[in-house]
């Protein structure tokens, strides 16, 4: 998981929280706002949770978002251990920071957004696209999808 930020044509500032699974690669959500407080995120993984189930780890900074009260009060609730990376070394979560590579590229630099819900509207059908035909090299050129069913059947 982690934090991004763009602007909007007018030139407000908003923040993406980024999730996905280290597993498959699969880009399980990401959510736009102006603000993205710990509430606000432990909502939001609450909702990824009813469909994908709630993991047993997750690799974040130590970022304010995620080390303060609400955040590890919410993880400790669920059973989930925080995965803190140490400062100053994002290699140590390189998968969501390829992601949030690809994701500048291939969205935010590459649209000019009106206003935040055109944002969440271009990033939900970029994510489908993501996570169902574009094959990944690290999952033998299947898609994150196709690669999750595969180990699933297994």
């Known amino acids: ?18 999730v996905i ?10 959510d736009i706002a102006v603000s993205l407080p710990a509430g606000r995120i432990t909502r939001y993984l609450d909702k990824l949770a009813e469909y994908h189930g709630y993991p047993l780890k997750i690799r974040v900074d130590n970022k304010p978002g995620f080390t303060g ?3 590890i009060d919410w993880a400790k609730s669920h059973g989930i251990t925080i995965d803190y990376i140490q400062a100053g070394s ?5 998968y969501i920071e390829r992601f949030n590579r690809t994701y500048r590229t291939e ?18 059908e970029w994510l489908t696209i ?5 094959p ?19």
């Open 130 to 134: 993501y996570n169902t035909e574009r």
């Open 21 to 30: 699974d280290d597993f498959n690669r699969e880009a399980l959500g990401i």
């Open 107 to 124: 969205v935010l630099d590459l649209y000019l957004f009106n206003n935040l819900e055109q944002a969440r509207k271009v990033t939900e």
């Open 90 to 94: 994002p290699y140590q979560n390189g």
């Open 69 to 71: 009260k609400t955040f």
């Open 136 to 154: 990944h090299e690290a999952l033998n050129n299947m898609t994150p999808i196709e690669y999750k069913t595969l180990k699933q059947a297994a």
């Open 1 to 18: 998981m982690d934090f991004m930020s763009d602007s909007s044509r007018n030139q407000r500032r908003f923040r993406t929280f980024n």
